[in-house]
């Protein structure tokens, strides 16, 4: 459908046409007119379909250009998804200077203070522990707030979240309209939603799977102390234009990048226990293709949309099948393919059943790839390699070439050269401390948690998260061209699917 017929006004429709989006996606056609109209809307909609400008077109149109206070908040649950939807509404906003500000952990409360009070934002991003700071300090005034945005809602409504949730609403006790937007959006965690809404609209696009289209996904079958030979020659052979790596724990993460580091891959991690300006230098730098591989815990799982992620390793497999969806839907988005691959121990069958029953998807096997498959790949590195070496000035070498010429054959100096650029990554020894499986329960039960429909308790998977990988409260409390590229980009034309 055509942005144009959605009651947008001419600014926003310019922005839209600045950001090069043709047709609104199947989630924006039909919850943008219901949330200008002023309703309550819980919209679920694949990963990487557009919901962030669903949510935030209308909030820009409905906002008092005149009125000098905070009007929506929307509540994202980690640092970098904060960023990443402030800057989104403001490019939206550009035009008609809507002000658009983020708080989140770990960054300078004092800083922020100073500029809510000298420029006080019509929108309000940030993250639930940085919020309930600043409202306990009074440093923010949500008294004339008329919208909040739950993103990532079901996140937001889990165990983990829900009563920073449910103070940050008592502060905003005049609001007219709560929006809940998720690619996931379990029933229980939905009833929970809907108290704090008004006959909320349910718009759910209709999908075959949970998972985004455009993914294909793989799983590898392999013992833990294979995982990391077998992750990096699939590197090799697939040659990801950007990759995301997601680990279980912090150690993984951090083991995982020093081994990729130590084979030469051009990686780096992030995770919650670093500081916030090493977070946001990491993704700086792999949002600009200066980092081939990012490797991540769950905090990199939801919202982010890093254009070029290609591949999405799970190298533990997800204890939390809703993050699945989210971990591989940070490749796929906007029209384009991805691809995932899932490493399951022998123990972790069950799991992997789980997730394929919730995403109504099966994984497809892959095997590891052969020697021979892995030499073919790291010639096609190398191949590229060359080409990129002979763009450099060359005149210095020419005499000792000359010279090798003439004693050897030109086929066997090429063949010798790219013998030695093509060296096994898998050379090079690394050990990664093995982890635990995940113990599987059978029936699709696992840590006691009942299965979908059971009532979902996340006991192990928040305590883990909160023990681990504590981005809640922030603060306050080369190997890029190696190969082919993947994926051919589809036109963006998301169809609605029956
Ligand atoms: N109508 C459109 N046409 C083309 N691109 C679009 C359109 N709407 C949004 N996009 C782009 O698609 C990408 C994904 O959007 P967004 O991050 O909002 O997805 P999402 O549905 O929130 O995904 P997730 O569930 O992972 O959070 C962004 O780069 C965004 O700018
Ligand atoms: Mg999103």
């Known amino acids: 459908m055509k942005f144009s017929e959605l009651g947008l006004n001419d600014a926003l429709l310019k922005a839209i046409k600045r950001s090069g989006f043709e047709e609104a996606t199947p989630i924006q056609a039909e919850t943008i007119p219901l949330a200008l109209e002023g309703k309550d809307v819980i919209g679920q909609a694949q990963t990487g379909t557009g919901k962030t400008a669903a949510f935030g077109l209308p909030i820009l149109q409905n906002l008092d250009k005149k009125e000098k206070a905070i009007q929506a908040v929307i509540i994202e649950p980690t640092r970098e998804l904060a960023i990443q939807t402030q800057e989104e509404l403001f490019r939206l906003g550009r035009d008609e200077k809507a002000r658009v500000q983020v708080v989140y952990g770990g960054a300078d409360i004092g800083r922020q203070i100073k500029s809510l009070k000298h420029h006080v934002p019509a929108i309000l991003v940030g993250t639930p522990g940085r919020l309930l700071d600043h409202l306990k300090r009074k440093t923010i005034d949500l008294e004339n707030v008329n919208t909040v945005v739950l993103d990532e809602a079901d996140e937001m409504l889990d165990m983990g979240f829900i009563q920073d949730i449910e103070s940050i609403l008592s502060y905003a006790k005049n609001r007219n309209q709560v929006l809940l937007f998720s690619a996931t959006m379990p029933k229980p965690i939905l009833h929970i ?36 030979d077998i992750m990096c020659r699939l590197i090799d052979v697939q040659g990801p234009d950007l990759a995301l790596v997601f680990g279980r724990t912090k150690r993984r993460v951090d083991e995982l990048t020093r081994g990729l580091q130590a084979r030469g891959y051009n990686a780096a991690g992030i995770h919650g226990d670093l500081s916030q300006a090493r977070r946001m230098s990491v993704l700086k730098r792999f949002r600009a293709g200066k980092l081939d591989i990012l490797v991540a815990t769950d905090v990199a799982a939801r919202g982010l949309d890093i254009s070029g992620v290609t591949h999405v390793y799970n190298y533990d497999i997800p204890q939390d099948p809703d993050s699945y969806v989210h971990r591989i839907g940070r490749t796929g988005r906007a029209g384009k393919n991805g691809i995932s691959v899932t490493f399951v121990t022998p123990n972790e ?15 497809t096997p892959l095997r590891p790839p052969t020697d021979d498959q892995a030499l073919r790949g790291q010639l096609k590195q190398a191949e590229s390699q060359i080409e990129d070496l002979l ?10 070439a000359n010279e090798l010429l003439e004693n050897y054959s030109a086929l066997d100096l090429v063949a010798a050269f790219l013998k030695n650029l093509s060296k096994d990554s898998t050379d090079v020894k690394v050990k990664i401390t093995p982890e635990k499986p995940l113990p599987y329960k059978g029936n699709g039960r696992h840590h006691g ?11 192990n998977y928040n305590n883990h998260r909160r023990g681990n990988d504590n981005h809640r409260h922030g ?24």
């Open 193 to 228: 939603g809907e108290k704090f809404m008004h006959n909320p609209e349910i718009v759910k696009i209709k999908a075959k799977e949970l998972t985004a289209d455009l993914i294909e996904q793989y799983f590898v079958r392999a013992k833990e102390s294979e995982k990391f």
């Open 449 to 459: 948690r009942g299965g979908r429909g059971h009532g979902r308790r996340r006991g």
């Open 475 to 498: 603060g306050n409390h080369g190997r890029r061209n190696r190969g082919e590229k993947r994926g051919s980009n589809h036109d963006f034309v998301i169809k609605k699917k029956d």
């Open 349 to 363: 069958i069950g799991y992997m059943r789980t997730i394929e029953q919730l995403t109504k998807k099966k994984m």
């Open 391 to 400: 763009k450099a000035d060359l005149s210095k070498y020419e005499d000792e």
